[in-house]
């Protein structure tokens, strides 16, 4: 058996980086493969571990190669094939970290329905495997029915007159319009929003962003100094998405924000900027997975040279991780303009911005400084 090995250095903390390859014969993998192509081992996560193992069947159950005293079940969801992470064989639990979550599912009768939802887990569980990693508190609404983080998947009825469904963020509640894993759907709604980029694991990221804005900033303590970033969120928030929405972003937007989006309302400004930070901590881990580094032969500028020598999860400050961020984007977006498509990351990062996104890194590595209380008053 060969020993469970991600492909490239360790680093400092001894932790490795997110490229993995079987257990049984090196093929490399997918984080979402379920078999390996190769010498067809089917394949499992360990969300504990952060390993993806080939497992062989012992019993009514498995034992992963990368542990080979290791026995395990998968998740429920495994038999929709919407899951491949796995639970430790005498758990309790029937779903896994990523799938205790979800509070609603759609209608599996409807084969159209299995196919979306299929696409929105995948999407899903690349977000918890960033959420996991950065060691966020992550319950769920049985665990904690105040605080508790739960996902709704929602088919809009073909009737006449049915409601909408609204993908957004409700006190730990987040809702996903089914129609967005349909890939015309969400075309043509991008292009009617105006947006430069719309995909489901964006929209995974931005939501939970309004998590964690509750969890992290109004109940952790830091709502004082995120309105130092941000601005005040006591504004009007429906009277601020109708001002957008009738005369569009402020002209000099790209000075501020993110995204034209994020000019509408700071808890908006807030989600998007953390949307943004999970796009480029996952991309960056997967860079240095690769072993990548970008030094442009026709220029001899710094600036738009880097070597993807650490990771991003575990990064002191955003300054190291911005100096290898933008060299990157400028080469992945050429290599995407190679192909006749359009940029994978569509967006200038202004110095506001680089700012914002310093934040949310502090807020997510703890050191940002909790509010200090005004001092009562003292009767005389």
């Known amino acids: 058996m060969i020993a469970l090995e991600r492909l490239t250095r360790e680093d400092r903390n001894g932790r490795t980086m997110k490229l993995f390859k079987c257990q049984h014969c090196a093929q490399l993998l997918y984080f979402e493969n379920r078999k390996c192509e190769v010498c067809q081992h089917r394949l499992g996560y360990l969300p504990g571990e952060g390993m993806l193992s080939a497992l062989e069947p012992k019993g009514e159950g498995w034992v992963t190669l990368a542990k080979p005293s290791r026995a395990v079940r998968f998740c429920s969801n495994a038999q929709y094939d919407t899951c491949n992470w796995l639970l430790p064989a005498d758990s309790p639990a029937t779903l896994c970290a990523a799938c205790r979550h979800n509070h609603v599912v759609p209608d599996l009768t409807v084969p159209e329905n299995l196919q979306?939802?299929?696409?929105?887990?995948?999407?899903?569980?690349?977000?918890?495997?960033?959420?996991?990693?950065?060691?966020?508190?992550?319950?769920?609404?049985?665990?904690?029915?105040?605080?508790?983080?739960?996902?709704?998947?929602?088919?809009?009825?073909?009737?006449?007159?049915?409601?909408?469904?609204?993908?957004?963020?409700?006190?730990?509640?987040?809702?996903?319009?089914?129609?967005?894993?349909?890939?015309?759907?969400?075309?043509?709604?991008?292009?009617?929003?105006?947006?430069?980029?719309?995909?489901?694991?964006?929209?995974?990221?931005?939501?939970?962003?309004?998590?964690?804005?509750?969890?992290?900033?109004?109940?952790?303590?830091?709502?004082?100094?995120?309105?130092?970033?941000?601005?005040?969120?006591?504004?009007?928030?429906?009277?601020?998405?109708?001002?957008?929405?009738?005369?569009?972003?402020?002209?000099?937007?790209?000075?501020?924000?993110?995204?034209?989006?994020?000019?509408?309302?700071?808890?908006?400004?807030?989600?998007?900027?953390?949307?943004?930070?999970?796009?480029?901590?996952?991309?960056?881990?997967?860079?240095?997975?690769?072993?990548?580094?970008?030094?442009?032969?026709?220029?001899?500028?710094?600036?738009?040279?880097?070597?993807?020598?650490?990771?991003?999860?575990?990064?002191?400050?955003?300054?190291?991780?911005?100096?290898?961020?933008?060299?990157?984007?400028?080469?992945?977006?050429?290599?995407?303009?190679?192909?006749g498509q359009a940029d994978l990351y569509p967006f200038i990062l202004s110095s506001d911005a680089i700012r914002k996104l310093g934040f949310v890194h502090d807020l997510v590595h703890g050191k940002v400084a909790a509010d200090v209380a005004p001092k009562a008053a003292v009767a005389v």
Request: charged content about 25%; overall charge negative; some cysteine.
């Open 116 to 339: 979306r939802w299929h696409d929105l887990e995948l999407a899903k569980h690349r977000l918890f495997y960033s959420l996991l990693l950065l060691k966020l508190p992550l319950s769920n609404k049985i665990d904690d029915p105040a605080h508790g983080l739960v996902f709704d998947f929602l088919a809009e009825s073909p009737a006449a007159g049915a409601p909408k469904v609204l993908t957004g963020h409700d006190n730990g509640l987040i809702t996903l319009n089914l129609k967005e894993a349909d890939d015309a759907e969400r075309e043509a709604m991008r292009k009617q929003m105006g947006e430069p980029y719309r995909t489901l694991v964006g929209h995974f990221r931005h939501e939970v962003g309004h998590y964690f804005w509750d969890v992290l900033v109004r109940d952790g303590g830091h709502l004082q100094a995120c309105r130092a970033i941000f601005g005040d969120d006591s504004a009007d928030y429906e009277a601020a998405l109708k001002v957008h929405y009738k005369d569009g972003p402020p002209a000099d937007w790209h000075e501020h924000f993110i995204s034209a989006y994020a000019t509408t309302h700071p808890w908006e400004d807030f989600a998007e900027t953390w949307a943004h930070y999970l796009h480029i901590i996952d991309t960056l881990e997967t860079a240095h997975a690769f072993g990548l580094r970008i030094r442009p032969r026709v220029s001899k500028n710094k600036e738009l040279q880097a070597v993807m020598d650490f990771d991003p999860h575990l990064a002191t400050d955003m300054d190291t991780i911005i100096e290898a961020w933008l060299p990157l984007t400028f080469a992945m977006n050429s290599l995407s303009r190679s192909m």
